[in-house]
């Protein structure tokens, strides 16, 4: 699509996939491990209840994003859509887990259209420089500290 961002960010962890994929998968996690205030399921997917069809609600308040798991292939790929709550159109983010050694590379690409589409950029930075690479590393934070 024209005006469609793209990126990808990267991040190593001396954690297990498996261990990753615990934190990554289970939405009410979030808040242990990263700046999400709150999280919950409105929905259960299958297999119950971080799978495929999983309506995963974050935020408290008035403030809310709401995501659909579109992808669950445990403990390796993971993929979702935002239905709902951020200034985006057409998020989809696919989170890839890789053995490296004994440890695990973090790819998690997002593809997306900004509103208005002149702030493309702006989003594209504000997620990947910031959101999206703060929750690699935290992810990749957490799941060693659960292996130590």
Not at 112 to 140: E, M, Q, T
Request: glycine letters at 8%; proline letters at 7%.
């Amino acid at each position: 699509m024209v005006g469609s961002k793209s990126f990808l960010v990267v991040a190593n962890t001396t954690a297990s996939p498996e261990r990753v994929w615990e934190l990554l998968a289970d939405a009410t996690s979030w808040p242990s491990w990263s700046r999400v205030p709150a999280a919950r399921y409105k929905r259960e997917g299958e297999p119950a209840p971080h799978g495929v069809g999983a309506i995963r609600d974050f935020g408290t308040g008035p403030i809310h994003s709401f995501e659909e798991v579109i992808l669950f292939d445990p403990p390796r790929h993971f993929a979702y859509q935002l239905l709902s709550g951020l200034p985006i159109d057409g998020y989809c983010a696919d989170v890839q887990l890789m053995p490296v050694g004994s440890g695990t590379r973090i790819e998690w690409a997002g593809t997306f259209d900004a509103r208005p589409r002149f702030l493309g950029s702006f989003w594209k930075f504000v997620f990947a420089r910031i959101l999206i690479r703060g929750f690699a590393k935290s992810l990749s934070r957490a799941a060693e500290a659960l292996e130590s």
